[in-house]
Antibody
Framework: EVQLVESGGGLAQPGESLRLSCVASGFTFRDYGMHWVRQVTGKGLEWVADITSAGVIHYPGSVRGRFTISREDGKNSVYLQINSLTAGDTAVYYC????????????WGQGTLVTVSS | QTVVTQEPSLTVSPGGTVTLTCASSTGAVTNDNYPNWFQQKPGQAPRALVYSASNKHSWTPAQFSGSLLGGKAALTLSGVQPEDEAEYYCLLHYGGAWVFGGGTKLTVL
């Protein structure tokens, strides 16, 4: 059974940094790309990063320069480093698995809540 | 900045059929955009339904089908049931980056 478990969310102050983690199980992690998607409460989904199985990385322009995605295949883990946090980063952050043929997203974690407030 | 547009809301009667669409500000949606569809119910993580326009996941109910229709991606729900009431999101690929649509709130009434 594929499982994705996020952690690392919580309360942070504006300007601080946070590192989110996602541990995967139930599949051969190194063979799949991974994504991070966020959702502000009551709003829609926003794709914020992905990393392919080969380590190629993509970001939308809205987060490029502040967000860093990385993976550690030996630990079946993908990470999202968020720097210079602002209130606008307050959201639930989901980890999701890419489909094998780079055709989308299939499995999702339950998310971790990041709250940025002074 | 690329914008992906969905109907904000749709209403369908139980047992009916409804089609949700997903349009791109860059032009016609094609297979190169690898359209994906997701269902999200309140308090839950999204659940994938369709990838690459028309391919279903192993868990996707038979009543859901994806297609390309008139330059848009489309998700058709047939024989709609009350439990299909949810928010539906499309996701499009643009040469490395992905963009979600704003979502369609489907009401079954």
């Amino acid at each position: 059974e594929v499982q994705l478990v996020e952690s690392g969310g919580g309360l942070a102050q504006p300007g601080e940094s946070l590192r989110l983690s996602c541990v995967a199980s139930g599949f051969t992690f190194r063979d799949y790309g991974m994504h991070w998607v966020r959702q502000v409460t009551g709003k829609g989904l926003e794709w914020v990063a992905d990393i392919t199985s080969a380590g190629v990385i993509h970001y939308p322009g809205s987060v490029r320069g502040r967000f860093t995605i990385s993976r550690e295949d030996g630990k079946n883990s993908v990470y999202l480093q968020i720097n210079s946090l602002t209130a606008g980063d307050t959201a639930v952050y989901y980890c999701a698995r890419g489909t094998k043929a780079v055709a989308g997203v299939d499995y999702w974690g339950q998310g971790t809540l990041v709250t940025v407030s002074s | 900045q690329t914008v992906v547009t969905q109907e904000p809301s749709l209403t369908v009667s139980p047992g009916g059929t409804v089609t949700l669409t997903c349009a791109s500000s860059t032009g016609a949606v094609t297979n190169d955009n690898y359209p994906n569809w997701f269902q999200q119910k309140p308090g839950q993580a999204p659940r994938a339904l369709v990838y690459s326009a028309s391919n279903k996941h192993s868990w996707t109910p038979a009543q859901f089908s994806g297609s390309l229709l008139g330059g848009k991606a489309a998700l058709t729900l047939s024989g709609v049931q009350p439990e299909d009431e949810a928010e539906y999101y499309c996701l499009l690929h643009y040469g490395g980056a992905w963009v979600f649509g704003g979502g369609t709130k489907l009401t079954v009434l």
